[in-house]
């Protein structure tokens, strides 16, 4: 699983990893705060970075920052 923590999610904010979408969930007690992906930590090689963001239905898009599994 893949957790992703910011502000100002909303019902639909989907995860893109590389800009590749991942089905996305929002957290049942913190759903404006944080996001599940349950199977995007497996698109993820061990040792190498990618670039994930963030957008909102409205098409507002977090910049993208670096994760390293």
Do not use: H, W, Y
């Amino acid at each position: 699983k893949l957790f992703v923590s910011g502000l100002n999610f909303d019902d639909a904010a989907k995860v893109f990893i590389d800009g590749s979408k991942q089905k996305t969930a929002n957290d049942g007690d913190s759903p404006t705060t944080r996001l599940t992906c349950k199977k995007a930590g497996k698109n993820i090689p061990a040792g190498q970075t990618v670039m994930l963001t963030v957008r909102n239905s409205n098409g507002l898009e977090s910049e993208a920052f670096g994760f390293k599994k």
